[in-house]
């Protein structure tokens, strides 16, 4: 899996690594934000949050140009130091005014057009590594373990927001209560309004904290207060940025020969690229347009998991668990069993008996670890809605190497699926997942009920862990896979613009994500959840009807 990579690979990949830990630890926590700091409805949560990922994934199209006119390197150190403003201006606390939405607004805007520079121009990078003969048959499983570098710092960022904001909390004595934000602003929007049951509801909150004053003054403080460990959980976006570029100067000179476009290949000395014909470009440019047309369904509903996925966290599941899954809350023995399924494989992959013997004895001491863990174990874990994130990533990193594995397998009888074919079976697997969500959610009262009153039975965490589970293997059969396609078939003079348009697909798929969220109200969740299910479905018949289009120029 590792054996015969280039060194590039590695530190373009834990360049990358440390952008993503960022920016997922703001993701984790931006519609909680959102809410918490400025009482936006959900609606209004899902605009700005679908808007936003729009423009992250909308900027690397332009980003893509400049880097096909001006170089990737360049853009992508412009990035870096453009997404670190922003991420600054997000991690100073301000007001709930007009001012402090502005410079929230500023931030994010700053952010989208960072990372347009930084995140396809560096894929790019890595894509061109894979250009040299030697290197040729490596693409795919490049591109899966890039992914997995991504998806390393994405396992942590949960734990790093929630760390945060209980540390923030705990400094004025408070603790996280997730009914607390929406109860507050409803009373200091309109205290007389409030349905007798919920300011009950708010009153035995306060006095569950500990706090003595009125009712006034402990919504306004627990507000500002957790609106200020928000900011510290933004503010670790920045240390995050400024690691990331010491790794990508610290090791520039393993993947330097690999920052290069159509322009300047020739005069840096590499292999004159590809002479394509008018038609053959446009062929290659359609093919990649289908998918592209494919996908951004897939990220309508992938991407739920930073909004509705995470209002039913926070309302519709419950807030602790105990014993083995309780475990699975704590990303250190996350950490232990992705070490374990890797040193599991090495056992079995090592070439010589002392490796196969030390991978053994890792398998031992993590396994031992384990049972450390579960003995010395707390009781109950209070789990909150911000940490089921921390689930795809680890299942991201501890399958990686168990698909590679399979498709090597495949690979090796001459029975490998294509990109575009994985893509496919990508999208029947992601309506699997919706549909766990959609039995799960069967006889739920709607939001609209529960928010005046409706009582519920919270629903296990194992539910959402298990949707992520196979959102998971419907991510790792089309993410990593549409971006090696993407290198591979783009028209070496547009290769940064399509880049960036694989990210263009993913912006509108952001930004559809918005329409769930609409429908985050009166309907019932099975029927909300049914309609992603119908759309995964549409979307492979659509992908596997046109298969030959799409493998004839694979």
Not at 81 to 97: E, N
Not at 347 to 362: D, M, N, P
Request: aromatic share 14%.
């Amino acid at each position: 899996m590792f054996e015969g990579q280039p060194k590039g690979l590695y530190a373009l990949a834990l360049a990358n690594t440390g952008e993503r830990f960022g920016y997922y630890t703001m993701l984790a926590i931006f519609t909680l934000f959102l809410q918490a700091k400025f009482g936006y409805s959900a609606a209004d949560t899902s605009t700005i949050f679908s808007s936003f990922l729009a423009a992250v994934y909308f900027m690397p199209f332009l980003g893509g140009i400049l880097a096909d006119k001006y170089g990737f390197g360049k853009m992508v150190t412009l990035g870096v130091f453009i997404m670190f403003v922003g991420y600054l201006l997000l991690a100073i606390p301000t007001g709930a005014d007009a001012a402090g939405k502005a410079m929230m607004f500023g931030a994010l805007a700053l952010i989208a057009c960072g990372t347009g520079l930084f995140k396809g121009n560096l894929q790019v990078m890595v894509g061109n590594l894979y250009d040299a003969p030697e290197y040729k048959d490596k693409r795919d499983t490049a591109f899966s373990l890039f992914y997995m570098a991504i998806n390393i710092g994405a396992l942590f960022a949960p734990t790093a927001a929630t760390k945060m904001t209980n540390y923030v909390l705990g400094m004025h004595g408070f603790t996280y209560n997730a009914q607390i934000p929406a109860l507050a602003h409803q009373y200091l929007d309109n205290a007389a309004g409030m349905t007798a049951q919920s300011a009950s509801t708010l009153e035995s909150l306060k006095a569950a904290q500990g706090f003595a004053g009125d009712t006034a003054t402990f919504c306004q403080a627990y507000i500002e207060k957790l609106s200020e460990a928000y900011n510290y959980g933004f503010a670790v976006a920045c240390v995050s940025l400024i690691v990331s570029i010491l790794i990508y100067y610290g090791f520039r000179s393993t993947f330097k020969h690999a920052d290069y476009n159509a322009q300047t290949a020739a005069s840096d000395g590499h292999v004159a690229a590809e002479e394509l014909t008018p038609a053959e470009t446009r062929q290659r440019i359609t093919a990649l347009c289908l998918v592209f047309a494919v996908v951004l369904f897939f990220w309508m509903a992938f991407h739920q998991n930073g909004l509705t996925l995470t209002f039913f966290a926070r309302d519709y599941t419950q807030a602790s668990a105990s014993g083995l899954l309780g475990m699975t809350f704590n990303v250190f023995n996350l950490v232990l069993l992705a070490v374990l399924v890797y040193a599991v494989f090495a056992v079995f992959q090592s070439r010589t008996g002392r490796g196969k013997t030390v991978a053994g004895v890792v398998c031992l001491a993590v396994i031992a670890a384990l049972g450390v863990q579960y003995v010395n174990r707390d009781g109950t874990v209070e789990i909150l809605p911000q940490i089921f994130q921390q689930f795809n990533p680890f299942f991201v990193v501890a399958l990686t190497p168990v698909s590679l594995a399979i498709f090597g397998a495949l690979a090796k009888k001459g029975k490998e699926p294509s990109a575009p074919r994985k893509i496919g079976l990508g999208m029947l697997i992601a309506a699997c997942g919706f549909a766990l969500m959609a039995f799960g959610s069967v006889g739920l009262p709607t939001p609209d009920a529960l928010s005046k009153g409706a009582e519920v039975d919270l629903v296990s965490p194992n539910l959402l862990i298990s949707t992520y589970l196979v959102l998971t293997f419907a991510e790792l059969l089309l993410s990593p896979m549409g971006i090696s396609f993407v290198s591979k078939v783009a028209p070496p003079k547009y290769k940064g613009m399509m880049m960036g348009g694989w990210f263009v697909a993913t912006a509108i798929g952001n930004y559809m994500v918005a329409i769930i969220g609409y429908l985050w109200g009166g309907i019932e969740l099975w029927i909300v959840w049914s309609v992603l299910i119908v759309l995964c479905l549409l979307s492979a018949l659509f992908i596997f009807s046109i298969m030959k289009k799409l493998e004839k120029v694979a």
